[in-house]
């Protein structure tokens, strides 16, 4: 199981990103993806999650209405279209991955067993 992410940067306050999670090396379709964002003395914060097989979403408080994941099955590809970024946004982000768990609810799991490395978002004027 690999899975790259890219995309970070620097923004300026109220700008866009987009970043991408490629996965390969499993079948995606019984997969649950998340980003998860790491601040510097920070903990580690769920921020979205797609169900591959039908595309179930959910996002974590501080980004719900800015934020938007979107699976693409061909490609094996999920990506994370941030908008309205804020200085607070700024943090590593990270893409996971775990097998989708018929007994828990929503897809955002803390414990996803792979992760790829991080890549840097930074909100500043």
């Known amino acids: 199981v690999q899975l790259q992410a890219s995309g970070g940067g620097l923004v300026q306050p109220g700008g866009s990103l987009r970043l991408s999670c490629a996965a390969s090396?499993?079948?995606?379709?019984?997969?649950?993806i998340g980003w998860f964002r790491q601040a510097p003395g920070k903990e580690r914060e769920g921020i979205a999650c797609i169900v591959m097989n039908d595309g179930y979403s959910d996002y974590g408080d501080s980004v719900k209405g800015r934020f938007t994941i979107s699976r693409d099955n061909v490609k094996n590809t999920v990506n994370l279209q941030m908008t309205s970024l804020k200085p607070a946004d700024t943090a590593v982000y990270y893409c996971a991955t775990e097998a989708f768990r018929y007994d828990y609810p929503g897809c955002m799991y803390a414990d996803m067993t792979y992760w790829g490395k991080g890549t840097q978002v930074t909100v500043s004027s």
């Open positions: 090396g499993f079948d995606l379709d019984r997969y649950v």
